[in-house]
């Protein structure tokens, strides 16, 4: 099975399914371990829910940079890319779903003169 990577804001998640009870691996942890919050083991199971592959494959992830949650939004993505490639059938029910687009917003630059990329110094007229 090759691997498959995702990415969202600052985090790349690379991810690697094999038939299995369903056990999910981030970075040599338990997936209860690595994520705290039960939000972001949801958005990462969303995927194995909407196919009814929860139990089926065992899931290997390694996944650097970011937040948790970007980093469970990459992890989304790559688990999605990687059913398909195991059963293209998928494709549609996960497009229609929203979990195969790659959320492409990130960190607006500071520009020069500004105190972050948008805010401006006080003004003071005297």
Same mark, same amino acid.
């Given at each position: *099975?090759?691997? &498959?990577?995702?990415?969202?804001? =600052? /985090?790349? /998640?690379? #991810? ?9 691996? #981030? ?5 209860? =371990? ?7 083991? *949801? &958005?990462? %199971? ?7 592959? =929860? ?36 494709? /549609? =029910? ?14 607006? %630059?500071?520009? #020069?003169?500004?105190?972050? /990329? %948008? ?6 007229? %005297?």
């Amino acid at each position: *099975m090759s691997t &498959i990577s995702g990415r969202r804001k =600052e /985090a790349t /998640a690379v #991810v690697r399914l094999t038939k299995g009870k369903g056990t999910l691996t #981030v970075n040599k942890k338990n997936i209860d =371990e690595y994520f705290g919050r039960d939000v972001a083991k *949801m &958005i990462i %199971r969303q995927p194995l829910v909407l196919t009814k592959s =929860e139990n089926v494959y065992d899931i290997d992830i390694k996944v650097q940079g970011g937040g948790s949650f970007g980093q469970a939004g990459a992890i989304r993505l790559a688990i999605s890319k990687a059913l398909i490639e195991l059963n293209p059938e998928l494709r /549609a =029910e996960l497009k229609k779903a929203g979990y195969l687009t790659r959320d492409s917003r990130v960190k607006e %630059r500071k520009k #020069v003169g500004l105190k972050k /990329a %948008r805010k401006s110094p006080q003004f003071s007229k %005297r």
